[in-house]
C-alpha cells in the first residue's frame, strides 16, 4: 500500500516532467517565424497550476523551479523573474489545496484566473520598473485571457488522460494521513 | 477544524517555508543579475540552449518535415493559380531584366570610369533555422551554424533576398538571430530615392514602423529600405524592404526577406570597415612613430611586423 501510494507520486513527477518537456518541444519548433497578433494559452503554466491545486504532491517546488528555469532560459524570458512568481503563486495554492478541493470548480476556477492575473500583472510592473523591453500590451492580455479560458480544459483532460483529480474527501496517504 | 489547521501548519512546516524563501530570493537574485550584467547571463543561455536544442533536432527534423509536407501539400492545391500568377509575373521580370542588364552595363561603365572601389566583396555561412523562439513575446530563430564555423556577434543575417536579422548570442554548434520584428530589434536604414535616414524599430508586427524619419513629407510607400551602415552596425546597402503606409498611418515597412517561411539563413561574414575616430586623425598621426635605429638587415623581416602592429589599431 505504502510502495504503491509512493510509486504514484514519482510516476506523477515523471509525467509532469516529460508533459512540460512535450510542450516545450513543440512550441519550439520552427513553424512559425511570423509575428502574430495574439498569443495561444501558456500551457506548461496550466498544467502546473492544476496540478498544483489537485496534487500538490505531484509538483514539487524544485521541479517546478527547474521546469521554470528552462522554459525562461529556452523561449529567452527574463531568467528568473517568472519563476519566482509561479513558484510563489503555486505555493499559495499548494497551501490553500485543501480548501481549493471541497469548493465546486468554478470557484476553484476563479481562485486560478485571480493568481494568474496578479503574477501577469506583477511580471509586468516589475519589467517597466527595471526597464526591460516589453512585448506589445495586448499580446500579454491574449495569452492571459485564453490561459484563464483553457484552464477548464486543462483540469478535465489531466483528470481523464493522467487521472490527476482532487482526492476525495477522507482519502489517506501511505502514513494514513489525510491527504 | 481544529486538527485540520493543525495539521495544515504541520504541513507547510517553517523550514520548508524558509526553503521555499530561499529559493525564490536566489531566482529574483538571477533576474536582477540579469539586468545589470545581461551579456554574462545571456552567455550561460546560449550555453544551456546549445545543450538542449540540437539533442532535440533528432525529433524536430521529422515533425517539421512532416508540417511542411502538410502546408505544401495544401499549396499544391493552389498550383494552377500561382502558375498563372507566375508567368504574369515572368513577363513582367523579363522587361525589368532587360532594363537591369542596361542599367548594369551602364554602371559598370561609369565605374570604370571613375574608378570607384565599393565595399569589400561579403562573404557567407549558410544555416538551417533550427527552431523558433517558442514564444509568441519573442522574434528569433536558432541557427545551426555557431562558435565553430566562425560566427559572431552581431553579424547581418539574410535569407537570399532581403535582411532578416542579425545573430545575438553564439553557442558552440548554435546561434540565434534576433528577427527585424522583433521588439528590442533597432536597425539603422537609409530610404532610397531621397537617401533619409531613419531607424527600423521592431514592434511585434510583420510590417515594423520606421522612427526618427528626418522627413516624413519625402517618404512614399513604395521607396526601397535598405541598411545605412551607420554606426559600423551592419555593411551599408543590404535590401530590407519597401516603405508601406500602415492602417495607423505611419511609415511602416514591408520586408524583403519571406518572413512566412525562414528555413536556410545566410549569415554575412561582415568585415570591420576602416573606420576614423578621432577628429585629427586624417590630419596627422595622433602620436608620430618613434624614430627607430636603422635595422640591420638580418632583422628586417621582424621589424616590419613590428611597425606595422601601431596602423592596425
Redesign the interface.
Known amino acids: 500500500m505504502a510502495e504503491g501510494s509512493r510509486r504514484r507520486i514519482w510516476l506523477g513527477r515523471g509525467l509532469y516532467a516529460l508533459l512540460c518537456a512535450a510542450i516545450l518541444f513543440l512550441q519550439l519548433l520552427p513553424m512559425e517565424t511570423m509575428p502574430r497578433r495574439w498569443g495561444s494559452p501558456d500551457f506548461v503554466l496550466l498544467i502546473t497550476l492544476a496540478w498544483a491545486a489537485r496534487r500538490p504532491d505531484h509538483v514539487p517546488a524544485v521541479l517546478i523551479a527547474a521546469v521554470f528555469l528552462l522554459s525562461d532560459m529556452l523561449l529567452h524570458r527574463p531568467p528568473g523573474l517568472w519563476t519566482a512568481l509561479v513558484l510563489i503563486l503555486t505555493e499559495v495554492l499548494r497551501a490553500r489545496a485543501r480548501s481549493l478541493r471541497v469548493v465546486p470548480f468554478p470557484l476553484e476556477w476563479a481562485g486560478v484566473t485571480a493568481g494568474i492575473v496578479t503574477i501577469t500583472l506583477a511580471y509586468r510592473l516589475v519589467l517597466s520598473l527595471t526597464g526591460v523591453p516589453q512585448a506589445p500590451f495586448g499580446l500579454t492580455v491574449t495569452q492571459m485571457m485564453l490561459t484563464i479560458m483553457a484552464y477548464p480544459l486543462v483540469a478535465l483532460l489531466s483528470h481523464l488522460l493522467f487521472g490527476v483529480s482532487r482526492p476525495a474527501q477522507g482519502e489517506v496517504d501511505s502514513f494514513g494521513n489525510r491527504l | 477544524m481544529a486538527r485540520?489547521r493543525a495539521?495544515?501548519e504541520d504541513y507547510?512546516s517553517p523550514v520548508r517555508r524558509l526553503?521555499?524563501g530561499v529559493?525564490?530570493l536566489?531566482?529574483?537574485?538571477?533576474?536582477l543579475l540579469?539586468?545589470i550584467d545581461s551579456p554574462r547571463?545571456e552567455r550561460v543561455?546560449a550555453e544551456?540552449?546549445d545543450r538542449?536544442?540540437p539533442s532535440?533536432e533528432w525529433?524536430?527534423a521529422p515533425?517539421?518535415g512532416v508540417?511542411n509536407l502538410v502546408s505544401d501539400f495544401q499549396s499544391y492545391q493552389r498550383l494552377a493559380e500561382q502558375n498563372r500568377d507566375l508567368r504574369r509575373e515572368l513577363q513582367d521580370m523579363k522587361a525589368w531584366r532587360e532594363a537591369a542588364l542596361q542599367l548594369e552595363q551602364e554602371n559598370a561603365v561609369l565605374r570604370d570610369l571613375n574608378n570607384v572601389r565599393l565595399d569589400p566583396e561579403l562573404t557567407w555561412v549558410t544555416g538551417v533555422?533550427?527552431?523558433?523562439?517558442?514564444?509568441?513575446?519573442?522574434?528569433?530563430?536558432?541557427l545551426n551554424v555557431g562558435a565553430h564555423d566562425g560566427i559572431l556577434d552581431g553579424w547581418p543575417v539574410m535569407d537570399g533576398i532581403g535582411l532578416a536579422g542579425r545573430i545575438s548570442g553564439v553557442g558552440q554548434d548554435s546561434s540565434?538571430v534576433l528577427?527585424l520584428?522583433d521588439?528590442?530589434s533597432r536597425i539603422p536604414v537609409t530610404i532610397q530615392p531621397s537617401g533619409q535616414r531613419a531607424v527600423l524599430a521592431g514592434?511585434?508586427?510583420?510590417t515594423p514602423p520606421l522612427d526618427f524619419i528626418e522627413d516624413p513629407d519625402s517618404t512614399r510607400p513604395g521607396d526601397r529600405v535598405v541598411t545605412s551602415g551607420d554606426g559600423g552596425l551592419f555593411p551599408a546597402d543590404i535590401l530590407v524592404g519597401q516603405v508601406v503606409r500602415g492602417t495607423d498611418r505611419r511609415l511602416r515597412l514591408r520586408l524583403a526577406a519571406d518572413?512566412?517561411?525562414?528555413?536556410f539563413l545566410r549569415v554575412l561574414r561582415s568585415q570591420k570597415a576602416e573606420r576614423i575616430d578621432a577628429n585629427g586623425a586624417l590630419i596627422a598621426p595622433v602620436d608620430p612613430p618613434e624614430p627607430q635605429a636603422q635595422p640591420a638587415p638580418a632583422e628586417i623581416a621582424g621589424d616590419r611586423t613590428g611597425a606595422e602592429a601601431p596602423g592596425d589599431g
Open positions: 485540520d495539521r495544515s507547510v526553503l521555499i529559493l525564490v536566489l531566482l529574483l537574485g538571477l533576474f540579469w539586468r547571463v543561455r544551456i540552449i538542449v536544442v532535440f525529433a524536430m515533425v517539421t508540417a533555422v533550427l527552431a523558433d523562439s517558442g514564444s509568441p513575446f519573442r522574434q528569433s530563430v536558432l540565434r528577427l520584428t521588439t528590442s514592434d511585434n508586427t510583420i518572413f512566412e517561411r525562414l528555413e
